[in-house]
C-alpha cells in the first residue's frame, strides 16, 4: 500500500467515539500517560468523564452543537480537515492555521450496532437509525491518511495499539497504521455490504445490480481440498453456529462435508434423523424413532462408504449410540448435543471430531460458485415436498407407507449430486448412485449397493432427481425389485414411461420439480 517512508508518528490528539465502551479505560489511561489529548462526543465522551480522565466533547472543539437528534456531531470541517490533511504538505498546512484547525492523529471508532439491531428487531425505523454516517466517514478519512494517522476499528486492536505506543514512546510505526488502515477498509465495506442486503431483502431483490458478498473470517484452515490449495471458512455473523467440543483442527473437506450433512439432517423431522455423508453425499439416511436404529440402518445403506465419513444425528447422542459409533472410523460426529457419557467415550479417540449443532438452524440459503472473476448464485434446494407437489400417473395407486417411503427418497434425492438414484424402503435409504454421467449408471449403482448390502423383505421405492429419458432407467430398477417410482415429469417420453409402469404394474409418480445437484 503506497510508497510512503516508513516513520514514525508520535500521536498528540485522538479522537475516541465507540457504540462498544468496552475496554476503554487501560486504553485511555495508556493515552492519557502519553500525553495525548482526548476528544470526544455524545455517549463516549459520558464514559470517558465517568471513568475520570480529561477529554473535550466535539461541539466544544468544533464550536458547532450536536444536532438533528445527534445524527450530525462529528461532521465538521475541523474534524476531517485535522484527519485529512498531510502533514508534509505545506499548502494542507497552510489551510489548517489559516481556520484554525489542528492535526488528528488517532481516530478510535466502532459504528453503530446495525447488525445487532437486525438480530433484536424487525422495526425499520429503528434499524435505519442504527446506521451510521458520522463513524464509517472518519474511519474512512483516517484509513486514506494512514501515512500520518492511525486508525482503530476494534476493541480486539486496543492491546496491539496499546503494545505499539507503550513500545515507542507514544507513537505507532507505519507498517502498524498500514496494517489497521487495511482492516479499517474491510470494516466499512463489511458494514456497507450489512446494509445493503438488508434493504435488497427487505425488497425481495435477490439479484441486484452489484452483488456483494461479505463475511467474517471464522477460522484459516491448515489447506484446502489438497494440501497445495490454500482455506478459510468465514460466516456472515460472527460464528457458524455449531460448535468444535473434540478432536483436531478441521480441514476444509471437513466443513464441507459439514454443511451437506447439516442441510440434509435438519430438514429430516427432529429427533429422529440420521445421515452419513462422504465427500458431501449421502451414503445413508434413515427416520426412525429409535435413534439407534436410526444410526444403524442408515449406516448398512453402504457401510463401506461410511469409512471415514460423517455422521449427522438431529438428535442427541447417548451412551449406546455413542458404543456403536466408536466401532468405525469416522471424522466428524455431528450432533444435538452429547450425554456426559457419550462424550467420555467418544473422546477417547483423539482425532475424532465431535460437533454440538443444537443451536444450527436452516436460513434461506445461498449458493455460490465462483469461476474466475465470475460467480454464479442460486438459492439453495431445500423445500420440502409433499404429496401436493405430485400427481400420480400410474394405474396401481399406492398406499400410505408405499407414498410416505415416496416422498422421503424425493427428499434425500435433492441432496445427492447429480444424475441421482435413490432406493427406499420404511423412510431409509437401501441404495444410492450419485454423480455419474448417465443415469442408467446411477441406476445401476443404487441397485448394486442394494443388493451388495441389503436383504430386504419389504417393499422398495425409488426416486430420479430428473426425469428417464428412456424407458431403460425404469425398466433397470423395476427389474431389481422396485415397485413405485417417483420422478419428474418434462420428458417427451413420459408416455413411453406411463404405459411402461402400467404394463409391469408399477406405481409411478410424477414431480412438478426437478432436483438437479451439480
Given at each position: ?81 485535522g484527519i485529512l490533511s498531510k502533514r508534509n504538505n ?122 456483494i458478498i461479505y463475511g467474517n473470517l471464522i477460522e ?299
Amino acid at each position: 500500500m503506497g510508497n510512503y517512508k516508513n516513520t514514525m508518528k508520535k500521536i498528540k490528539k485522538a479522537l475516541i467515539s465507540v457504540s462498544d465502551k468496552k475496554n476503554l479505560k487501560k486504553l485511555i489511561n495508556v493515552l492519557t500517560k502519553h500525553g495525548v489529548e482526548l476528544i470526544s462526543s455524545g455517549g463516549t465522551y459520558k464514559e470517558i468523564k465517568k471513568l475520570r480522565f480529561k477529554c473535550l466533547e466535539v461541539s466544544e472543539y468544533t464550536g458547532s452543537p450536536e444536532i438533528l437528534g445527534g445524527r450530525v456531531k462529528t461532521l465538521h470541517p475541523k474534524i476531517h480537515a485535522g484527519i485529512l490533511s498531510k502533514r508534509n504538505n505545506s499548502s494542507h498546512c497552510n489551510d489548517l492555521k489559516n481556520n484554525n484547525f489542528e492535526e488528528i492523529d488517532l481516530v478510535i471508532v466502532n459504528f453503530y450496532p446495525f447488525e445487532k439491531t437486525l438480530e433484536q428487531t424487525s422495526n425499520h425505523l429503528k434499524i435505519i437509525e442504527n446506521i451510521d454516517v458520522g463513524g464509517p466517514t472518519m474511519v474512512r478519512a483516517a484509513a486514506k491518511n494512514y501515512n500520518d494517522v492511525t486508525v482503530i476499528t476494534s476493541i480486539d486492536q486496543y492491546s496491539e495499539l496499546i503494545s505499539e505506543i507503550e513500545n515507542s514512546s507514544g507513537s505507532t510505526s507505519f507498517k502498524f497504521r498500514e496494517k489497521m488502515s487495511l482492516e479499517a477498509f474491510s470494516e466499512t465495506a463489511y458494514y456497507d455490504a450489512v446494509i445493503s442486503n438488508y434493504f435488497n431483502k427487505i425488497k425481495n431483490n435477490n439479484f441486484p445490480k452489484k452483488k456483494i458478498i461479505y463475511g467474517n473470517l471464522i477460522e484459516k484452515l491448515r489447506y484446502g481440498e489438497n494440501p497445495h490449495q490454500h482455506a478459510a471458512v468465514y460466516s456472515k455473523t460472527q460464528s457458524l453456529n455449531i460448535k468444535q467440543i473434540h478432536g483436531k483442527q478441521m480441514s476444509y473437506n471437513n466443513y464441507n462435508d459439514i454443511f451437506s450433512a447439516l442441510t440434509i439432517s435438519k430438514s429430516l423431522p427432529k429427533n429422529l434423523g440420521t445421515v452419513i455423508i462422504k465427500h458431501a453425499n449421502p451414503s445413508g439416511v434413515s427416520i426412525n424413532k429409535n435413534n439407534l436404529k436410526s444410526y444403524q440402518l442408515a449406516l448398512a445403506c453402504d457401510p463401506v462408504s461410511a469409512f471415514g465419513g460423517i455422521v449427522s444425528c438431529n438428535y442427541k447422542v447417548n451412551k449406546t449410540l455413542a458404543i456403536e459409533l466408536n466401532n468405525i472410523f469416522l471424522e466428524v460426529i455431528i450432533a444435538n448435543g452429547f450425554d456426559p457419557e457419550a462424550l467420555k467415550i467418544l473422546k477417547k479417540k483423539k482425532n475424532l471430531r465431535l460437533v454440538d449443532a443444537t443451536n444450527f438452524k436452516m436460513k434461506n440459503l445461498v449458493k455460490i460458485n465462483s469461476a474466475n472473476d465470475s460467480f454464479l448464485t442460486q438459492s439453495e434446494d431445500i423445500e420440502k415436498f409433499n404429496i401436493k407437489n405430485f400427481k400420480i400417473v400410474s394405474k396401481k395407486k399406492p398406499n400410505k407407507s408405499q407414498l410416505k417411503s415416496l416422498i422421503f427418497a424425493f427428499n434425500v434425492c435433492r441432496y445427492v449430486k447429480s444424475n441421482a438414484i435413490v432406493l427406499a424402503s420404511q423412510e431409509t435409504t437401501v441404495g444410492i448412485g450419485s454423480g455419474q454421467p448417465s443415469r442408467l449408471d446411477s441406476c445401476q449403482i443404487a441397485i448394486d449397493k442394494m443388493k451388495k448390502f441389503q436383504n430386504l423383505n419389504e417393499e422398495v421405492v425409488a426416486a430420479s432427481d430428473a426425469f428417464f429419458p428412456f424407458i431403460d432407467g425404469i425398466e433397470k430398477l423395476v427389474q431389481s425389485g422396485v415397485t413405485a417410482v417417483i420422478q419428474p415429469s418434462g420428458s417427451i417420453r413420459d408416455k413411453e414411461i406411463i404405459k411402461f409402469a402400467n404394463q409391469t404394474n408399477t406405481i409411478l409418480v410424477f414431480s412438478k420439480t426437478r432436483h438437479f445437484r451439480h
